[in-house]
Protein backbone atom coordinates (compact mmCIF):
# COMPACT_ATOMS: atom_id res chain seq x y z
CA UNK A 1 0.00 0.00 0.00
CA UNK A 2 1.13 3.40 -1.01
CA UNK A 3 0.73 6.61 1.57
CA UNK A 4 -2.94 5.79 2.42
CA UNK A 5 -4.96 7.54 5.21
CA UNK A 6 -6.69 4.85 7.46
CA UNK A 7 -8.32 7.34 9.54
CA UNK A 8 -11.85 7.36 7.56
CA UNK A 9 -13.95 3.64 7.18
CA UNK A 10 -16.50 4.95 5.11
CA UNK A 11 -17.00 5.29 1.13
CA UNK A 12 -18.11 9.12 1.18
CA UNK A 13 -14.68 10.06 3.92
CA UNK A 14 -12.63 8.08 1.20
CA UNK A 15 -13.91 10.23 -1.83
CA UNK A 16 -13.44 13.59 -0.19
CA UNK A 17 -9.94 12.69 1.65
CA UNK A 18 -8.82 12.00 -1.61
CA UNK A 19 -9.98 14.85 -3.11
CA UNK A 20 -8.22 16.99 -1.26
CA UNK A 21 -5.12 15.02 -1.44
CA UNK A 22 -5.28 14.86 -5.02
CA UNK A 23 -7.38 17.58 -6.44
CA UNK A 24 -6.98 17.35 -10.40
CA UNK A 25 -5.16 14.35 -10.78
CA UNK A 26 -6.76 11.35 -12.44
CA UNK A 27 -9.17 9.32 -10.42
CA UNK A 28 -11.00 7.24 -12.90
CA UNK A 29 -10.62 6.73 -16.74
CA UNK A 30 -13.24 5.47 -18.74
CA UNK A 31 -13.56 5.37 -22.82
CA UNK A 32 -15.44 8.68 -23.14
CA UNK A 33 -14.39 10.55 -20.05
CA UNK A 34 -11.74 11.08 -17.38
CA UNK A 35 -12.98 11.97 -13.91
CA UNK A 36 -10.42 13.90 -11.56
CA UNK A 37 -10.33 13.18 -7.62
CA UNK A 38 -11.90 16.60 -7.36
CA UNK A 39 -14.65 16.11 -9.72
CA UNK A 40 -15.32 13.14 -8.67
CA UNK A 41 -16.03 14.33 -5.39
CA UNK A 42 -17.98 17.15 -6.55
CA UNK A 43 -19.95 15.09 -9.22
CA UNK A 44 -21.45 12.68 -6.38
CA UNK A 45 -22.16 15.53 -4.24
CA UNK A 46 -24.49 16.85 -7.09
CA UNK A 47 -26.08 13.50 -7.25
CA UNK A 48 -26.24 13.07 -3.88
CA UNK A 49 -28.15 15.98 -3.39
CA UNK A 50 -30.16 15.61 -6.74
CA UNK A 51 -31.19 12.17 -5.02
CA UNK A 52 -32.04 14.03 -1.81
CA UNK A 53 -34.49 16.48 -3.45
CA UNK A 54 -36.29 13.25 -5.39
CA UNK A 55 -37.36 12.30 -2.14
CA UNK A 56 -34.85 9.35 -1.58
CA UNK A 57 -34.06 9.15 2.34
CA UNK A 58 -31.09 7.26 3.90
CA UNK A 59 -31.87 3.59 3.57
CA UNK A 60 -33.25 3.22 0.21
CA UNK A 61 -32.29 1.45 -2.12
CA UNK A 62 -30.28 2.97 -5.44
CA UNK A 63 -30.75 0.38 -8.50
CA UNK A 64 -28.41 0.46 -11.38
CA UNK A 65 -28.59 -1.21 -14.53
CA UNK A 66 -25.67 0.46 -15.86
CA UNK A 67 -22.33 -0.71 -18.25
CA UNK A 68 -18.97 0.89 -17.24
CA UNK A 69 -19.41 4.43 -17.74
CA UNK A 70 -18.50 7.66 -15.41
CA UNK A 71 -22.38 7.90 -14.17
CA UNK A 72 -22.07 4.55 -12.25
CA UNK A 73 -19.35 5.39 -9.82
CA UNK A 74 -21.07 8.84 -9.68
CA UNK A 75 -24.23 7.60 -8.23
CA UNK A 76 -22.45 5.09 -6.20
CA UNK A 77 -21.23 7.50 -4.28
CA UNK A 78 -23.54 9.75 -4.42
CA UNK A 79 -25.80 7.54 -3.31
CA UNK A 80 -23.43 7.22 -0.29
CA UNK A 81 -23.08 10.13 0.67
CA UNK A 82 -27.14 10.80 0.88
CA UNK A 83 -27.11 7.36 2.93
CA UNK A 84 -28.58 5.59 0.20
CA UNK A 85 -27.34 1.91 -0.34
CA UNK A 86 -27.07 1.06 -3.97
CA UNK A 87 -28.28 -1.92 -5.48
CA UNK A 88 -26.16 -2.90 -8.85
CA UNK A 89 -27.92 -5.00 -11.40
CA UNK A 90 -26.10 -7.37 -13.60
CA UNK A 91 -26.82 -5.88 -17.20
CA UNK A 92 -27.60 -9.12 -18.99
CA UNK A 93 -30.96 -9.15 -16.16
CA UNK A 94 -34.11 -9.39 -17.93
CA UNK A 95 -37.64 -10.95 -17.50
CA UNK A 96 -38.33 -12.46 -14.01
CA UNK A 97 -35.03 -12.42 -12.60
CA UNK A 98 -34.54 -8.58 -13.24
CA UNK A 99 -38.04 -8.19 -11.62
CA UNK A 100 -37.02 -10.28 -8.57
CA UNK A 101 -33.78 -8.26 -8.11
CA UNK A 102 -35.71 -5.05 -8.37
CA UNK A 103 -38.56 -6.17 -5.98
CA UNK A 104 -36.94 -8.08 -3.18
CA UNK A 105 -34.25 -4.97 -3.12
CA UNK A 106 -37.11 -2.70 -2.59
CA UNK A 107 -35.32 -0.19 -4.73
CA UNK A 108 -37.23 3.30 -4.41
CA UNK A 109 -35.16 4.55 -7.38
CA UNK A 110 -33.03 3.14 -10.50
CA UNK A 111 -30.48 4.73 -12.94
CA UNK A 112 -30.88 2.84 -16.65
CA UNK A 113 -28.55 3.19 -19.59
CA UNK A 114 -31.03 3.45 -22.42
CA UNK A 115 -29.89 0.32 -24.08
CA UNK A 116 -31.25 -1.62 -21.40
CA UNK A 117 -34.73 0.09 -21.29
CA UNK A 118 -36.47 -2.12 -23.40
CA UNK A 119 -35.62 -4.97 -20.84
CA UNK A 120 -36.52 -2.58 -17.66
CA UNK A 121 -40.49 -1.36 -19.68
CA UNK A 122 -40.72 -5.04 -20.06
CA UNK A 123 -41.19 -5.99 -16.51
CA UNK A 124 -41.78 -2.26 -14.40
CA UNK A 125 -45.29 -2.73 -14.56
CA UNK A 126 -46.79 -2.89 -11.12
CA UNK A 127 -43.38 -2.24 -9.69
CA UNK A 128 -43.00 0.42 -6.59
CA UNK A 129 -40.66 2.32 -8.96
CA UNK A 130 -41.09 5.62 -10.10
CA UNK A 131 -38.05 7.32 -9.63
CA UNK A 132 -35.99 6.60 -12.78
CA UNK A 133 -33.07 8.42 -14.50
CA UNK A 134 -31.92 7.53 -17.89
CA UNK A 135 -28.33 8.40 -19.74
CA UNK A 136 -28.24 10.35 -22.63
CA UNK A 137 -31.76 12.67 -23.19
CA UNK A 138 -34.00 10.21 -20.64
CA UNK A 139 -36.51 10.13 -23.07
CA UNK A 140 -37.53 8.20 -26.44
CA UNK A 141 -38.10 4.57 -26.10
CA UNK A 142 -40.27 4.38 -23.17
CA UNK A 143 -43.86 2.56 -22.82
CA UNK A 144 -44.32 5.34 -20.28
CA UNK A 145 -43.82 8.77 -21.80
CA UNK A 146 -42.90 11.50 -19.46
CA UNK A 147 -41.93 8.97 -16.16
CA UNK A 148 -38.24 9.09 -16.59
CA UNK A 149 -35.70 11.86 -16.74
CA UNK A 150 -32.12 12.46 -17.80
CA UNK A 151 -29.56 11.63 -15.41
CA UNK A 152 -28.31 15.60 -15.78
CA UNK A 153 -31.44 16.52 -13.71
CA UNK A 154 -30.05 14.71 -11.09
CA UNK A 155 -26.73 16.70 -11.36
CA UNK A 156 -28.66 19.71 -11.88
CA UNK A 157 -30.51 19.94 -8.84
CA UNK A 158 -30.14 23.10 -6.52
CA UNK A 159 -30.60 21.46 -3.26
CA UNK A 160 -27.67 21.28 -0.83
CA UNK A 161 -25.38 18.05 -0.90
CA UNK A 162 -26.17 15.90 2.50
CA UNK A 163 -23.55 15.98 4.86
CA UNK A 164 -24.19 13.15 7.08
CA UNK A 165 -21.16 10.65 7.13
CA UNK A 166 -21.72 6.91 7.42
CA UNK A 167 -20.78 4.62 10.05
CA UNK A 168 -18.71 1.60 9.22
CA UNK A 169 -21.24 -0.59 10.18
CA UNK A 170 -23.95 1.32 7.80
CA UNK A 171 -25.23 -0.54 4.68
CA UNK A 172 -23.34 0.50 1.08
CA UNK A 173 -24.57 -1.72 -0.94
CA UNK A 174 -26.47 -5.09 -1.88
CA UNK A 175 -24.55 -7.24 -4.46
CA UNK A 176 -27.04 -10.12 -5.62
CA UNK A 177 -24.87 -13.69 -5.81
CA UNK A 178 -26.42 -16.63 -7.11
CA UNK A 179 -27.76 -19.26 -4.94
CA UNK A 180 -27.72 -22.90 -5.24
CA UNK A 181 -31.70 -23.85 -4.32
CA UNK A 182 -32.97 -21.08 -4.73
CA UNK A 183 -33.76 -17.50 -6.39
CA UNK A 184 -30.37 -14.99 -5.89
CA UNK A 185 -29.25 -13.41 -2.63
CA UNK A 186 -28.28 -10.05 -2.18
CA UNK A 187 -25.34 -10.07 0.09
CA UNK A 188 -25.22 -6.82 2.26
CA UNK A 189 -22.22 -4.95 1.88
CA UNK A 190 -20.72 -2.32 4.77
CA UNK A 191 -18.21 -0.09 4.38
CA UNK A 192 -15.94 -0.98 6.52
CA UNK A 193 -16.08 -4.01 4.02
CA UNK A 194 -15.31 -2.13 0.93
CA UNK A 195 -12.40 -0.36 2.16
CA UNK A 196 -10.98 -3.17 4.20
CA UNK A 197 -10.15 -5.63 0.98
CA UNK A 198 -8.95 -2.28 -1.24
CA UNK A 199 -6.19 -1.72 1.47
CA UNK A 200 -5.35 -5.45 1.72
CA UNK A 201 -5.63 -5.73 -1.51
CA UNK A 202 -2.97 -3.13 -2.49
CA UNK A 203 -1.23 -4.32 -0.03
CA UNK A 204 -0.36 -7.11 -1.92
CA UNK A 205 -0.57 -5.69 -5.79
CA UNK A 206 2.95 -4.31 -6.19
CA UNK A 207 1.94 -0.45 -6.13
CA UNK A 208 3.98 1.88 -7.39
CA UNK A 209 2.99 5.68 -7.41
CA UNK A 210 1.94 6.02 -11.12
CA UNK A 211 0.58 2.22 -11.15
CA UNK A 212 -2.42 2.45 -13.55
CA UNK A 213 -5.05 -0.79 -12.44
CA UNK A 214 -7.57 -1.68 -15.43
CA UNK A 215 -10.45 -3.79 -15.72
CA UNK A 216 -13.05 -4.80 -18.53
CA UNK A 217 -15.09 -6.27 -15.77
CA UNK A 218 -18.36 -5.33 -14.90
CA UNK A 219 -18.90 -2.55 -12.03
CA UNK A 220 -21.76 -4.08 -11.04
CA UNK A 221 -19.35 -7.13 -10.00
CA UNK A 222 -17.69 -6.83 -6.26
CA UNK A 223 -14.00 -7.33 -8.16
CA UNK A 224 -14.00 -4.17 -10.81
CA UNK A 225 -15.14 -1.73 -7.43
CA UNK A 226 -13.11 -3.32 -4.67
CA UNK A 227 -10.28 -4.70 -6.41
CA UNK A 228 -9.79 -1.99 -9.44
CA UNK A 229 -11.94 0.80 -8.66
CA UNK A 230 -11.56 1.22 -4.20
CA UNK A 231 -8.12 -0.22 -4.74
CA UNK A 232 -6.60 2.86 -6.72
CA UNK A 233 -8.67 5.76 -4.68
CA UNK A 234 -7.33 4.26 -1.69
CA UNK A 235 -4.00 4.58 -2.62
CA UNK A 236 -4.27 7.76 -4.81
CA UNK A 237 -4.04 5.98 -8.00
CA UNK A 238 -5.45 6.00 -11.46
CA UNK A 239 -8.37 3.03 -12.37
CA UNK A 240 -9.15 2.88 -16.12
CA UNK A 241 -11.89 0.73 -17.52
CA UNK A 242 -12.86 -0.59 -20.51
CA UNK A 243 -16.91 -1.29 -21.26
CA UNK A 244 -16.71 -5.19 -21.79
CA UNK A 245 -14.05 -7.31 -22.06
CA UNK A 246 -12.36 -8.21 -26.08
CA UNK A 247 -9.88 -10.33 -25.97
CA UNK A 248 -8.72 -9.76 -29.59
CA UNK A 249 -7.88 -5.81 -28.13
CA UNK A 250 -7.34 -6.31 -24.57
CA UNK A 251 -3.42 -5.51 -24.67
CA UNK A 252 -3.95 -2.33 -26.78
CA UNK A 253 -6.41 -1.27 -24.72
CA UNK A 254 -4.32 -1.73 -21.70
CA UNK A 255 -1.47 -0.06 -23.57
CA UNK A 256 -3.79 2.78 -24.27
CA UNK A 257 -4.31 3.59 -20.95
CA UNK A 258 -0.96 2.68 -19.52
CA UNK A 259 -2.22 -0.16 -17.68
CA UNK A 260 0.11 -1.36 -14.87
CA UNK A 261 -2.31 -4.01 -13.40
CA UNK A 262 -4.96 -6.07 -15.14
CA UNK A 263 -7.29 -7.97 -13.45
CA UNK A 264 -8.53 -11.18 -15.00
CA UNK A 265 -10.73 -14.46 -14.65
CA UNK A 266 -10.02 -17.67 -15.58
CA UNK A 267 -12.15 -17.44 -18.54
CA UNK A 268 -10.29 -14.16 -19.85
CA UNK A 269 -6.70 -15.90 -18.82
CA UNK A 270 -7.49 -18.67 -21.10
CA UNK A 271 -9.13 -16.55 -23.96
CA UNK A 272 -6.23 -14.15 -24.04
CA UNK A 273 -4.10 -17.53 -24.40
CA UNK A 274 -5.50 -19.25 -26.95
CA UNK A 275 -5.70 -16.03 -29.44
CA UNK A 276 -3.07 -15.92 -32.20
CA UNK A 277 0.58 -14.76 -30.99
CA UNK A 278 0.88 -10.91 -32.39
CA UNK A 279 3.28 -8.61 -31.31
CA UNK A 280 1.21 -6.50 -29.71
CA UNK A 281 1.59 -9.39 -26.59
CA UNK A 282 4.17 -7.35 -25.05
CA UNK A 283 4.10 -4.14 -26.54
CA UNK A 284 2.65 -2.86 -23.36
CA UNK A 285 3.16 -1.47 -19.52
CA UNK A 286 1.66 -4.57 -17.37
CA UNK A 287 3.46 -5.99 -15.18
CA UNK A 288 1.14 -7.78 -12.75
CA UNK A 289 -2.09 -9.49 -13.63
CA UNK A 290 -4.29 -10.14 -10.20
CA UNK A 291 -5.98 -13.18 -11.43
CA UNK A 292 -8.47 -15.63 -10.46
CA UNK A 293 -8.56 -19.17 -11.60
CA UNK A 294 -4.82 -19.34 -13.18
CA UNK A 295 -4.21 -23.30 -13.68
CA UNK A 296 -0.57 -24.78 -12.89
CA UNK A 297 -0.68 -25.67 -16.56
CA UNK A 298 -1.19 -22.55 -18.17
CA UNK A 299 0.27 -19.93 -15.33
CA UNK A 300 4.42 -20.04 -16.49
CA UNK A 301 3.48 -19.70 -20.13
CA UNK A 302 1.19 -17.23 -19.81
CA UNK A 303 3.81 -15.37 -17.69
CA UNK A 304 6.70 -15.92 -20.24
CA UNK A 305 4.01 -15.06 -23.44
CA UNK A 306 3.00 -11.65 -21.77
CA UNK A 307 5.38 -10.70 -19.71
CA UNK A 308 3.41 -10.14 -16.93
CA UNK A 309 3.82 -11.79 -13.08
CA UNK A 310 0.62 -13.20 -11.96
CA UNK A 311 -0.55 -12.95 -8.59
CA UNK A 312 -3.37 -15.55 -8.22
CA UNK A 313 -6.51 -14.84 -5.31
CA UNK A 314 -9.55 -16.18 -4.00
CA UNK A 315 -12.62 -14.23 -2.77
CA UNK A 316 -16.28 -13.97 -3.59
CA UNK A 317 -18.99 -11.04 -2.30
CA UNK A 318 -19.65 -12.11 0.99
CA UNK A 319 -15.87 -12.30 2.36
CA UNK A 320 -13.97 -9.46 0.11
CA UNK A 321 -13.38 -10.26 -3.87
CA UNK A 322 -10.08 -11.28 -2.50
CA UNK A 323 -9.73 -13.07 0.60
CA UNK A 324 -6.89 -15.44 -0.20
CA UNK A 325 -3.88 -14.11 -2.08
CA UNK A 326 -0.16 -14.70 -3.13
CA UNK A 327 2.35 -12.67 -1.37
CA UNK A 328 4.03 -10.86 -4.13
CA UNK A 329 7.73 -11.91 -3.21
CA UNK A 330 6.58 -15.52 -2.56
CA UNK A 331 4.47 -16.69 -4.80
CA UNK A 332 3.46 -20.65 -5.23
CA UNK A 333 2.04 -21.95 -8.97
CA UNK A 334 -0.99 -23.08 -8.72
CA UNK A 335 -1.94 -21.93 -5.19
CA UNK A 336 -4.55 -19.27 -4.68
CA UNK A 337 -2.21 -17.57 -1.92
CA UNK A 338 -2.54 -17.15 1.94
CA UNK A 339 -5.13 -15.39 4.07
CA UNK A 340 -4.94 -11.31 3.93
CA UNK A 341 -5.05 -9.83 6.82
CA UNK A 342 -8.48 -9.36 7.80
CA UNK A 343 -9.68 -12.67 7.39
CA UNK A 344 -9.17 -16.05 9.45
CA UNK A 345 -9.47 -19.57 7.56
CA UNK A 346 -9.69 -23.10 7.50
CA UNK A 347 -10.37 -26.41 5.35
CA UNK A 348 -13.22 -28.30 7.63
CA UNK A 349 -14.78 -31.61 6.91
CA UNK A 350 -18.53 -32.02 6.18
CA UNK A 351 -19.05 -31.25 10.45
CA UNK A 352 -17.05 -28.53 10.26
CA UNK A 353 -14.06 -30.20 12.11
CA UNK A 354 -10.54 -29.10 10.62
CA UNK A 355 -8.89 -31.69 8.64
CA UNK A 356 -5.12 -32.11 8.37
CA UNK A 357 -2.79 -30.59 5.53
CA UNK A 358 -3.21 -31.67 2.26
CA UNK A 359 -6.85 -32.87 2.47
CA UNK A 360 -9.30 -31.44 0.70
CA UNK A 361 -12.44 -30.07 2.67
CA UNK A 362 -14.50 -26.73 2.84
CA UNK A 363 -13.19 -23.10 2.98
CA UNK A 364 -14.36 -21.65 5.89
CA UNK A 365 -13.84 -18.06 6.96
CA UNK A 366 -14.29 -14.99 9.41
CA UNK A 367 -13.36 -11.86 10.24
CA UNK A 368 -10.25 -10.96 12.42
CA UNK A 369 -11.90 -7.32 12.69
CA UNK A 370 -15.28 -5.77 12.57
CA UNK A 371 -17.52 -5.30 9.47
CA UNK A 372 -14.92 -6.44 7.60
CA UNK A 373 -16.88 -9.01 5.66
CA UNK A 374 -20.56 -8.56 4.83
CA UNK A 375 -23.38 -8.16 7.05
CA UNK A 376 -26.19 -10.48 6.02
CA UNK A 377 -28.56 -11.74 3.11
CA UNK A 378 -30.80 -9.12 2.61
CA UNK A 379 -34.02 -10.33 3.85
CA UNK A 380 -32.71 -14.07 4.06
CA UNK A 381 -32.56 -14.71 7.92
CA UNK A 382 -32.34 -18.47 7.47
CA UNK A 383 -29.89 -18.44 4.57
CA UNK A 384 -27.77 -15.52 6.74
CA UNK A 385 -27.72 -18.28 9.73
CA UNK A 386 -27.04 -21.31 7.57
CA UNK A 387 -24.08 -19.93 5.47
CA UNK A 388 -22.62 -18.87 9.33
CA UNK A 389 -23.24 -22.24 11.16
CA UNK A 390 -20.64 -22.63 14.11
CA UNK A 391 -19.46 -18.97 13.47
CA UNK A 392 -17.84 -19.40 10.07
CA UNK A 393 -18.67 -18.43 7.01
CA UNK A 394 -19.02 -21.67 4.48
CA UNK A 395 -17.86 -21.22 0.80
CA UNK A 396 -19.12 -23.76 -0.42
CA UNK A 397 -15.21 -24.48 -2.28
CA UNK A 398 -13.11 -27.50 -2.06
CA UNK A 399 -9.59 -26.56 -0.90
CA UNK A 400 -6.66 -27.76 0.52
CA UNK A 401 -3.63 -26.68 2.56
CA UNK A 402 0.23 -27.07 2.55
CA UNK A 403 1.92 -26.83 5.62
CA UNK A 404 3.03 -23.38 5.27
CA UNK A 405 0.04 -22.29 5.02
CA UNK A 406 -0.89 -21.97 1.43
CA UNK A 407 -4.64 -22.51 0.07
CA UNK A 408 -5.02 -24.61 -2.82
CA UNK A 409 -8.67 -24.37 -5.15
CA UNK A 410 -9.68 -27.85 -5.80
CA UNK A 411 -13.80 -27.70 -6.59
CA UNK A 412 -17.20 -26.44 -6.05
CA UNK A 413 -19.05 -27.96 -3.25
CA UNK A 414 -22.12 -26.12 -4.06
CA UNK A 415 -24.68 -26.42 -7.46
CA UNK A 416 -23.50 -22.98 -8.51
CA UNK A 417 -22.31 -22.72 -11.74
CA UNK A 418 -19.50 -20.73 -13.06
CA UNK A 419 -19.53 -19.58 -16.62
CA UNK A 420 -17.21 -16.57 -18.18
CA UNK A 421 -16.67 -15.03 -14.74
CA UNK A 422 -20.57 -15.41 -13.86
CA UNK A 423 -22.20 -17.54 -10.81
CA UNK A 424 -25.92 -18.18 -11.84
CA UNK A 425 -27.74 -21.28 -9.83
CA UNK A 426 -29.63 -23.88 -11.78
CA UNK A 427 -32.45 -23.36 -9.71
CA UNK A 428 -33.18 -19.94 -12.12
CA UNK A 429 -32.44 -21.78 -15.88
CA UNK A 430 -34.92 -24.88 -14.91
CA UNK A 431 -37.27 -22.27 -13.57
CA UNK A 432 -37.76 -21.20 -16.68
CA UNK A 433 -37.45 -24.49 -18.56
CA UNK A 434 -39.92 -25.98 -16.37
CA UNK A 435 -42.30 -23.30 -17.93
CA UNK A 436 -42.01 -24.34 -21.15
CA UNK A 437 -45.60 -26.39 -21.58
CA UNK A 438 -43.44 -29.76 -23.04
CA UNK A 439 -41.45 -29.89 -20.53
CA UNK A 440 -42.69 -32.21 -17.74
CA UNK A 441 -39.00 -31.66 -15.57
CA UNK A 442 -35.31 -30.51 -15.96
CA UNK A 443 -32.16 -30.28 -14.56
CA UNK A 444 -29.32 -28.05 -15.29
CA UNK A 445 -25.66 -28.43 -14.41
CA UNK A 446 -22.53 -27.22 -15.06
CA UNK A 447 -19.99 -29.39 -17.23
CA UNK A 448 -16.48 -28.47 -18.01
CA UNK A 449 -15.64 -25.82 -20.80
CA UNK A 450 -12.77 -25.76 -22.72
CA UNK A 451 -11.95 -21.92 -22.30
CA UNK A 452 -12.11 -22.41 -18.35
CA UNK A 453 -14.85 -22.77 -15.33
CA UNK A 454 -18.05 -24.28 -17.18
CA UNK A 455 -20.45 -24.48 -19.86
CA UNK A 456 -24.42 -24.93 -18.84
CA UNK A 457 -25.77 -27.67 -19.88
CA UNK A 458 -29.65 -28.95 -19.06
CA UNK A 459 -31.42 -32.56 -18.77
CA UNK A 460 -34.54 -32.49 -19.84
CA UNK A 461 -37.37 -34.94 -19.27
CA UNK A 462 -40.53 -34.22 -21.79
CA UNK A 463 -43.83 -34.93 -20.75
CA UNK A 464 -45.77 -38.13 -21.87
CA UNK A 465 -47.03 -37.98 -25.79
CA UNK A 466 -45.22 -33.59 -25.59
CA UNK A 467 -42.56 -32.87 -28.38
CA UNK A 468 -39.80 -29.82 -28.92
CA UNK A 469 -36.79 -29.53 -30.57
CA UNK A 470 -33.69 -28.50 -28.83
CA UNK A 471 -33.32 -25.27 -30.83
CA UNK A 472 -36.79 -23.75 -29.46
CA UNK A 473 -35.83 -24.58 -26.23
CA UNK A 474 -32.28 -22.78 -26.32
CA UNK A 475 -34.58 -19.56 -28.22
CA UNK A 476 -37.37 -19.88 -25.37
CA UNK A 477 -34.57 -19.12 -22.77
CA UNK A 478 -32.83 -16.77 -24.49
CA UNK A 479 -36.24 -14.73 -24.43
CA UNK A 480 -36.25 -15.01 -20.60
CA UNK A 481 -33.18 -15.55 -19.39
CA UNK A 482 -29.67 -13.43 -19.00
CA UNK A 483 -27.82 -14.39 -22.03
CA UNK A 484 -25.03 -16.46 -20.11
CA UNK A 485 -27.67 -18.53 -18.30
CA UNK A 486 -28.55 -19.67 -22.05
CA UNK A 487 -27.64 -23.65 -21.73
CA UNK A 488 -25.19 -24.16 -24.17
CA UNK A 489 -26.04 -27.96 -24.34
CA UNK A 490 -29.08 -29.90 -24.36
CA UNK A 491 -29.79 -33.94 -23.92
CA UNK A 492 -33.26 -35.18 -23.80
CA UNK A 493 -33.92 -37.98 -20.58
CA UNK A 494 -36.33 -40.65 -20.46
CA UNK A 495 -35.70 -41.00 -17.00
CA UNK A 496 -34.58 -38.24 -14.13
CA UNK A 497 -31.58 -40.39 -11.55
CA UNK A 498 -33.34 -39.42 -7.84
CA UNK A 499 -32.17 -40.33 -4.58
CA UNK A 500 -34.26 -42.05 -2.22
CA UNK A 501 -36.30 -38.69 -0.78
CA UNK A 502 -36.39 -37.80 -5.01
CA UNK A 503 -33.85 -35.37 -5.25
CA UNK A 504 -31.92 -35.17 -8.99
CA UNK A 505 -28.80 -36.65 -8.62
CA UNK A 506 -26.95 -34.33 -10.03
CA UNK A 507 -23.24 -35.53 -9.61
CA UNK A 508 -24.36 -38.58 -12.05
CA UNK A 509 -25.83 -36.14 -14.66
CA UNK A 510 -21.86 -34.05 -14.63
CA UNK A 511 -20.62 -37.63 -15.38
CA UNK A 512 -23.05 -38.78 -17.76
CA UNK A 513 -21.07 -39.18 -21.39
CA UNK A 514 -22.16 -36.70 -23.58
CA UNK A 515 -24.52 -38.69 -25.53
CA UNK A 516 -27.07 -37.18 -27.62
CA UNK A 517 -26.27 -33.87 -26.70
CA UNK A 518 -27.22 -30.50 -28.86
CA UNK A 519 -24.56 -27.98 -28.71
CA UNK A 520 -26.26 -24.94 -29.84
CA UNK A 521 -22.93 -22.89 -30.34
CA UNK A 522 -22.60 -26.03 -33.41
CA UNK A 523 -25.96 -25.03 -34.38
CA UNK A 524 -24.64 -21.19 -34.71
CA UNK A 525 -27.14 -20.01 -31.95
CA UNK A 526 -24.99 -17.53 -30.20
CA UNK A 527 -27.11 -15.03 -27.90
CA UNK A 528 -24.93 -11.69 -27.12
CA UNK A 529 -25.89 -8.93 -24.03
CA UNK A 530 -27.68 -6.48 -24.96
CA UNK A 531 -26.34 -2.87 -25.80
CA UNK A 532 -24.14 -3.04 -27.69
CA UNK A 533 -24.87 -0.01 -30.08
CA UNK A 534 -23.10 3.18 -29.58
CA UNK A 535 -23.87 4.68 -26.15
CA UNK A 536 -25.75 7.94 -26.45
CA UNK A 537 -24.00 11.28 -24.93
Known amino acids: ?140 GSTTPGADLPFRALEESRAAPPTEVPDPWDPAAILYTSGTTGPPKGAIIPHEKYLTTAREI ?17 LFHCNAQEMTTLTALENDLVAAFDERFQASRFWESAARVGATHVSLLISMINVLYKQPERPTDRSHSVGVALTAGATREIWPAF ?93 GDYVTRDADGYFYFVDRKKDVIRRRGENLAPYDVESVLNTHPAVFESVVVGVPSPLGEEDVKAFVLLRPEASV ?63 RAERPG
Open 303 to 395: ERRFGVQILELYGMTECGCTTLMNPPGAVRVGSVGTPLAFVEALVVDDHDRPVPDGVRGELVVRPRSPFSMFLAYHRKPEQTVEAWRNLWFHT
Open 1 to 140: MLDSDESYHDLVSLVRTKAIRNRDRTALRFPERSLSYEELDRGSDRVAAGLRDAGVRPGDRVATLLFNCPEFPLTWFGAAKGGAILVPLNTGLKGTLLRYELEDSQAAALVLDPRLRAEFDEIRGGLDLSRVWVLGDGGG
Open 469 to 531: GAEELFRYCADRLPFFMVPRFIEFLTEVPKTANQKAQRYLLRRRPAGDQVDREAMGLHFRPPG
Open 202 to 218: GLRSRLAPDSVLFTALP
